[in-house]
């Protein structure tokens, strides 16, 4: 195991004012798989204070926790003071279970401080320490759980870990989908008891946990272990509803969920893309009929589903541009044209956007891998032709390739406010048909038409 020669300065540094230094966490976890940490962290009895006193260039992220960022020559380590062991206090929250969790006979105050604060780390993987001198420090076990690749609490005590922090539940999770690892049955019990303490998470944190794991090798592993252990219900309901949702239908041999993970695991892992995957069909339920043949229909299911995946989206707090392009995937992933006409075509790339066209063709082919076989990938590649073709043109696509734009709309007499996005869309309709007629004159002299119409509408 090679440590970066900027933490074992920190070490030194550490160890020089009489203080006692050991690499923990994470980073220990990496090294033994023989993986480069992204991040190391230290930790020490000194206060924070003292350590920020030892180096010249610091940071205090979480002062009153104890933990000081240290910069040291391009690498930025964090240094952190013991965590000190505590019982766990009963956490109120309605019907709660917080209270069915015991505090652990055990006395805590033989460990040492290392111990302790190892012992209070999520999993026995995570809860081994590397001395100055590289010796590897595993008072529960941890490397023997790396090689059987199983998460385990520290002292066996998942019930108290997860109150503590419940997003160790999603961690979990993320843990078996990234590194391909199996919870434990004390942990996973544990889980399935308390799932309901992850409403107590900032929904931030969960949504960062859920793009881990979205984004992992394993994500559909990820998914089912979310609802399998009922987390799945406590942050996104509208996907239980998915599991087990009967189809009816010879283009489909997997209930709605089961179809969703294949396509999440044929889709490339970029967000957007594994976030559609995961809720191009979450309006199926709501949306399922059936007919006199006992056939199954989703009308229109793509359009609830764009609706509803911007709820969840916002719920969860991702950005704008994240919410506008997962719900435009959606609700276009059943863009595929019996008959391909450039008209039809010019309207799609003017909805999805030039540069939403790769992550919308992904999909649609994850779409066809998660259906029934056999898989027919013609109208799919027909279309990307016929839209490469229009492209290499250069034609007016988009609002902003047209000859004019708001402002002189505004210089006209049109009144701020949507109705100037109307009128320019319908110029861009005109010119969808007519990508000759995108001249200025002729667009101005159609806005003012328009104007004119407006005005009598009104009076």
């Given at each position: 195991?090679?440590?970066p020669e900027q933490v074992s300065k920190v070490l030194d540094t550490l160890k020089k004012h009489g203080q006692q230094a050991f690499i923990v966490g994470g980073c220990v976890r990496d090294l033994l798989m023989g993986n480069t940490p992204a991040d190391y962290d230290v930790v020490t009895p000194a206060s924070a204070a003292e350590i920020a006193s030892y180096f010249p260039k610091t940071v205090p992220i979480g002062e009153k926790y104890g933990t000081?960022?240290?910069?040291?020559?391009?690498?930025?380590?964090?240094?952190?003071?013991?965590?000190?062991?505590?019982?766990?206090?009963?956490?109120?929250?309605?019907?709660?279970?917080?209270?069915?969790?015991?505090?652990?006979?055990?006395?805590?105050?033989?460990?040492?401080?290392?111990?302790?604060?190892?012992?209070?780390?999520?999993?026995?993987?995570?809860?081994?320490?590397?001395?100055?001198?590289?010796?590897?420090?595993?008072?529960?076990?941890?490397?023997?759980?790396?090689?059987?690749?199983?998460?385990?609490?520290?002292?066996?005590?998942?019930?108290?870990?997860?109150?503590?922090?419940?997003?160790?539940?999603?961690?979990?999770?993320?843990?078996?989908?990234?590194?391909?690892?199996?919870?434990?049955?004390?942990?996973?019990?544990?889980?399935?008891?308390?799932?309901?303490?992850?409403?107590?998470?900032?929904?931030?944190?969960?949504?960062?946990?859920?793009?881990?794991?979205?984004?992992?090798?394993?994500?559909?592993?990820?998914?089912?272990?979310?609802?399998?252990?009922?987390?799945?219900?406590?942050?996104?309901?509208?996907?239980?509803?998915?599991?087990?949702?009967?189809?009816?239908?010879?283009?489909?041999?997997?209930?709605?969920?089961?179809?969703?993970?294949?396509?999440?695991?044929?889709?490339?892992?970029?967000?957007?893309?594994?976030?559609?995957?995961?809720?191009?069909?979450?309006?199926?339920?709501?949306?399922?009929?059936?007919?006199?043949?006992?056939?199954?229909?989703?009308?229109?299911?793509?359009?609830?589903?764009?609706?509803?995946?911007?709820?969840?989206?916002?719920?969860?707090?991702?950005?704008?541009?994240?919410?506008?392009?997962?719900?435009?995937?959606?609700?276009?992933?059943?863009?595929?044209?019996?008959?391909?006409?450039?008209?039809?075509?010019?309207?799609?790339?003017?909805?999805?956007?030039?540069?939403?066209?790769?992550?919308?063709?992904?999909?649609?082919?994850?779409?066809?891998?998660?259906?029934?076989?056999?898989?027919?990938?013609?109208?799919?590649?027909?279309?990307?032709?016929?839209?490469?073709?229009?492209?290499?043109?250069?034609?007016?696509?988009?609002?902003?390739?047209?000859?004019?734009?708001?402002?002189?709309?505004?210089?006209?007499?049109?009144?701020?406010?949507?109705?100037?996005?109307?009128?320019?869309?319908?110029?861009?309709?005109?010119?969808?048909?007519?990508?000759?007629?995108?001249?200025?004159?002729?667009?101005?002299?159609?806005?003012?038409?328009?104007?004119?119409?407006?005005?009598?509408?009104?009076?």
């Amino acid at each position: 195991m090679r440590i970066p020669e900027q933490v074992s300065k920190v070490l030194d540094t550490l160890k020089k004012h009489g203080q006692q230094a050991f690499i923990v966490g994470g980073c220990v976890r990496d090294l033994l798989m023989g993986n480069t940490p992204a991040d190391y962290d230290v930790v020490t009895p000194a206060s924070a204070a003292e350590i920020a006193s030892y180096f010249p260039k610091t940071v205090p992220i979480g002062e009153k926790y104890g933990t000081i960022v240290v910069l040291i020559e391009g690498l930025a380590v964090e240094v952190s003071t013991f965590k000190g062991v505590a019982p766990v206090a009963s956490t109120e929250k309605g019907g709660s279970t917080a209270s069915k969790v015991e505090a652990p006979e055990t006395d805590w105050s033989s460990l040492s401080g290392l111990e302790q604060d190892l012992a209070l780390r999520d999993f026995t993987i995570n809860a081994m320490a590397l001395d100055p001198d590289g010796g590897l420090i595993d008072p529960f076990g941890g490397a023997v759980d790396l090689r059987r690749q199983v998460l385990r609490s520290p002292r066996d005590q998942a019930e108290q870990h997860i109150i503590e922090d419940p997003l160790r539940m999603l961690r979990a999770v993320r843990f078996c989908s990234t590194l391909g690892f199996t919870i434990s049955r004390s942990v996973f019990e544990a889980i399935v008891k308390q799932s309901d303490l992850l409403q107590r998470v900032a929904p931030e944190r969960v949504r960062e946990e859920l793009n881990r794991i979205l984004t992992s090798d394993r994500p559909a592993r990820g998914i089912r272990l979310l609802l399998e252990t009922g987390l799945l219900g406590q942050f996104l309901p509208e996907a239980v509803a998915m599991a087990g949702f009967d189809q009816r239908s010879k283009h489909h041999d997997r209930d709605v969920f089961e179809h969703a993970m294949a396509v999440l695991e044929a889709a490339p892992p970029r967000l957007a893309v594994r976030l559609a995957a995961l809720l191009h069909d979450i309006g199926k339920p709501r949306t399922f009929s059936i007919d006199e043949k006992g056939v199954g229909h989703f009308y229109g299911h793509h359009l609830e589903g764009g609706r509803m995946t911007r709820e969840i989206l916002k719920r969860l707090k991702y950005d704008n541009k994240t919410i506008e392009r997962v719900s435009m995937l959606v609700t276009e992933h059943m863009s595929r044209f019996s008959h391909v006409r450039d008209k039809t075509l010019k309207r799609l790339v003017s909805r999805v956007g030039e540069n939403n066209l790769a992550d919308l063709f992904d999909l649609q082919r994850a779409d066809i891998l998660g259906a029934a076989p056999p898989y027919n990938f013609s109208l799919l590649n027909t279309m990307r032709e016929g839209i490469d073709r229009i492209i290499s043109k250069k034609q007016p696509l988009q609002v902003k390739d047209l000859a004019l734009n708001g402002h002189d709309l505004l210089a006209l007499g049109f009144p701020p406010g949507p109705e100037i996005g109307r009128v320019l869309d319908r110029l861009l309709a005109a010119v969808l048909e007519n990508p000759e007629g995108n001249d200025r004159a002729a667009l101005l002299r159609m806005a003012i038409e328009y104007l004119g119409q407006t005005k009598e509408n009104t009076y």
